[in-house]
């Protein structure tokens, strides 16, 4: 959750409290670091099990993705990046509640980590053919930082990243501080803060996909404890959320509000997860 303190950091010395003027090299040092922080995002997705439990991931992958996406394109003007949105999970935000909470190793932890890789890889891949083209070459360039993501991916499966790994604390130290505190300085939440779209936005987000994951893990056989931890970690878009509402706002997808909300509901619904989450 140290997202959220570089966020909130941001946030103090941008146009909303203190306005500290936004430092022009700041801007392609933020714009490095989210890239790399992407790459490395998806350098660490794993997918495990899958063969042997693919009618569970299919039941869930329907409850935790699919009925979140729908509920987000019909509930929310029919915004495809919004329906994505509701549909996205926050694999960091995931594996470190499952340590904290010593469930990292359990069925639970191994099947929640699987699925939330695979709601990643959909929704950036998907994502990828909302983003404005010109020409090819061009939108390769433009979008570097969204393709990294997949770059990141096609290396963990040739060597996958250890979680003691010195990458890992230089993600969290400074790639992490560098993207998100010049996210949080850029964002006026005075300014585009609207009360209406956050509630909006909040009850479509946690609902759909939390009540979908928790209703078909029931579904495909798991117990009500199980369920809901499974819900609540599937529920927590965290970083994620807050890249993809970040370059979406960027291309013109959304509006200064509906950024706003969504860089709002990644750290709510994270924080969320945390007591929701509970051993069994």
């Not at 891949?125 to 993501?149: E, G, M, Q, T, Y």
């Not at 997949?150 to 990458?167: A, N, T, Y």
């Amino acid at each position: 959750m140290k997202f959220v303190a570089w966020l909130v950091l941001g946030l103090l010395l941008g146009p909303t409290f203190i306005d500290v003027p936004y430092p022009s090299i700041f801007q392609s040092l933020s714009q490095i670091a989210g890239g790399i922080f992407l790459f490395f995002a998806g350098w660490e997705l794993r997918f495990l099990n899958m063969r042997k439990d693919l009618r569970f991931y299919g039941i869930l992958l329907a409850g935790s993705f699919v009925i979140p996406w729908l509920a987000g394109y019909f509930l929310l003007g029919r915004n495809l990046f919004l329906a994505l949105a509701m549909a996205i999970s926050a694999l960091p935000v995931s594996i470190q509640i499952l340590k904290e909470k010593n469930l990292f190793h359990t069925d639970v932890g191994r099947r929640t980590i699987t699925l939330a890789s695979i709601c990643d890889v959909i929704a950036w891949l998907l994502f990828l053919f909302l983003l404005p083209k010109n020409d090819v070459a061009s939108w390769i360039v433009s979008h570097w930082i969204v393709l990294a993501f997949f770059v990141g991916l096609l290396v963990g499966r040739w060597k996958p990243l250890k979680d003691d790994s010195l990458v890992l604390k230089l993600q969290l130290w400074l790639l992490a501080p560098l993207f998100f505190v010049g996210l949080g300085w850029k964002l006026n939440i005075a300014q585009d803060f609207s009360f209406l779209v956050f509630i909006e936005f909040f009850v479509v987000a946690v609902v759909a996909k939390g009540a979908g994951s928790y209703l078909f893990s029931r579904w495909a056989g798991k117990s009500h404890r199980d369920s809901l931890n499974m819900a609540a970690l599937l529920n927590a878009r965290g970083a994620m959320e807050i890249l993809a509402a970040h370059y979406a706002y960027r291309s013109d997808l959304i509006s200064a509000s509906q950024f706003a909300a969504l860089v709002l509901i990644g750290v709510g619904t994270a924080a969320l997860a945390v007591p929701l989450v509970r051993k069994v």
